[in-house]
């Protein structure tokens, strides 16, 4: 049985945090078996919510398998498909299948995805559902009626460290720290003098917010120059690229293992950030490899 | 303005299949400047209709300056084609749905005349700037925010119209995520709020927008322009 997130925050130890994308379909399996290898291994699981815009089943009922298999579940919800009554209703749900960490977050555009003519919801954004999070923890629902039976959930925001202009991100980041956050997952870093900058910036603001950096695992040139044009908020820099293309050919992925390996033991050795949050997309095998890789 | 293209001259001609007798009336609005039913337009309507078969009992033009989504004045206007107006199968409105729906009330509720009447536009967004380029700029939410954001409406120039700064899809040099020629909303913001030295406007965390303002259909009663505007 896994331990309660938001115990591990507390506990001063370097969190490490993955990811596991959901299937196109009722065919779960996969997702359980990534479930199964990951549960113990990692400190909690997110389960991404039609990420990139694509329809997939649901954070929510990937969340309730982790739960059921006594992982620790971190359900993703994203502001582009919902409106606030829904988001509530999840939310409660959530909480009352033993769900207790949530990851708030705006969504990717759904221009990028196979629904693009869907109509986009965006009834709150980021920040206010961190909000709508915490007035639910206190018992009332944000229309301001008092809940039947409360929540208590462990609350979690993104940011991007590298943005470029990095000012406007830094001060809606602002906002979400002063909105209540108790951890933050990081978009793909690569430049850990741009991590420590952003970790430096947020303890000054609020030191007891943990903060765990994004690690994708690259698996190619091609899949990282496909990441820089297409995935919002990912850019992979020009050396890491080079690295990628210096490997032998079908090695790429042992590559990308090693990339991320190294990544992480250097923020834990330099003691960076407060631990990683692993993105090993369509690559969830691969998790423990890269935590062997980063003497993890 | 209703910045506005023209439908498909197919799904015009499907509307009016069956429909011999047709009366078109303009725009001296928005379509004008839209080129989508101004006189030209209008003319060029009629010399379409009639290749595909119809009869056009009148092609009404509207002089520039005087919207059709305005019912004193689409009255005064109509009036002078009232045979037409009862003789005809349809009324192709070349204006904005506005236009359309004041037309079809003032023929029912004036004339008592139910007639079918189609539309000959696509509306794009409401618009502004010209004379050669217009951008969608407002979405009419009934509860302006450009107090709070310098000037620069972040419901309709962010796609997912953020209220408390950028997503963290902001490309390179601050372009959008969603629209990659374009500026972010908010590092457009930023950057105006930096210059009127106003940056502590965006530390304040807005609430969640109150879109029962947008609930539709929305209804204005005014005191009425004095006769004769």
Not at chain 1, 62 to 67: A, P, R, S
Not at chain 1, 136 to 146: F, V
Request: glycine fraction near 10%; aromatic fraction near 6%; charged fraction near 25%.
């Amino acid at each position: 049985m896994a331990e309660p997130f938001r115990k591990i925050l507390k506990s001063g130890k370097f969190i490490v945090t993955a990811e596991v994308g959901p299937t196109k379909g009722t065919n779960i399996q996969k997702m359980i078996d990534h479930i199964e290898l990951l549960k113990l291994k990692v400190d909690a699981l997110n389960i991404t919510d039609n990420q990139g815009a694509i329809m997939k089943y649901p954070s929510l009922g990937g969340c309730l398998l982790i739960e059921e298999r006594g992982g620790e579940p971190i359900l993703q919800v994203t502001c582009r498909d919902r409106n606030r009554l829904s988001i509530q209703s999840d939310l409660l749900f959530a909480f009352s299948r033993g769900i207790e960490n949530v990851l708030c977050l705006t969504g990717d555009a759904l221009k990028m995805g196979d629904h693009p003519q869907a109509k986009p919801v965006y009834d709150i954004d980021s920040v206010q559902l961190i909000q709508l999070v915490k007035i639910l923890n206190s018992g009332k629902d944000i229309a301001g009626s008092k809940l039947n039976g409360g929540v208590d959930f462990c609350i979690g925001a993104a940011a991007t460290p590298s943005s470029d202009p990095i000012e406007p991100q830094l001060i809606k980041y602002r906002k979400k720290l002063t909105a209540g956050v108790d951890f933050i997952q990081t978009q793909a870093v690569y430049d850990l003098d741009d991590l420590r900058r952003f970790v430096d910036y947020s303890r000054n603001i609020n030191e007891e917010v943990k903060i765990l950096a994004g690690i994708i695992l690259l698996s190619s040139v091609g899949m990282a120059k496909w990441l820089n044009e297409n995935i919002p908020g990912i850019l992979v820099p020009g050396d890491f690229i080079d690295k990628l293309a210096e490997a032998p050919e079908g090695k790429g992925l042992s590559k990308g293992i090693e990339i991320a390996g190294e990544l992480i033991r250097k923020i834990k050795d330099k003691e960076i950030c407060d631990g990683v949050h692993i993105m090993a997309i369509g690559r969830e095998e691969k998790v423990l490899d890269i935590l062997e890789a980063a003497g993890i | 303005m209703i910045g506005m293209i023209k439908k498909p001259i197919e799904e015009i001609l499907g509307y009016l299949e069956g429909k011999k007798r047709i009366l078109i009336y303009g725009c001296g609005g928005c379509a004008t400047v839209f080129h989508t039913g101004g006189e030209a337009e209008v003319n060029e309507m009629k010399k379409v209709l009639v290749e595909n078969g119809k009869e056009v009992l009148a092609a009404v033009s509207v002089p520039f300056g005087e919207f059709s989504c305005y019912a004193p004045w689409v009255i005064k206007r109509i009036s002078g084609y009232m045979e037409e107006l009862e003789n005809c199968d349809a009324v192709l409105m070349m204006s904005c749905g506005d236009g359309l729906q004041v037309m079809r009330e003032i023929m029912e509720e004036e004339f008592g005349l139910v007639k079918p009447i189609y539309p000959a536009t696509n509306p794009v967004g409401h618009m502004g700037g010209g004379p050669r380029i217009f951008k969608e700029k407002c979405i009419q939410c009934g509860d302006c925010e450009l107090g709070k954001v310098s000037g620069i409406c972040p419901l309709t120039q962010c796609p997912k119209s953020l209220l408390n700064g950028p997503c963290g899809g902001v490309r390179k040099g601050g372009k959008c995520e969603v629209n990659p020629d374009m500026d972010c909303a908010w590092v457009q913001i930023y950057r105006r709020l930096k210059e009127l030295g106003e940056l502590e406007k965006m530390d304040e965390i807005l609430p969640p927008k109150d879109w029962s303002k947008t609930q539709r259909p929305r209804v204005l009663e005014v005191e009425p322009l004095s006769p004769g505007e």
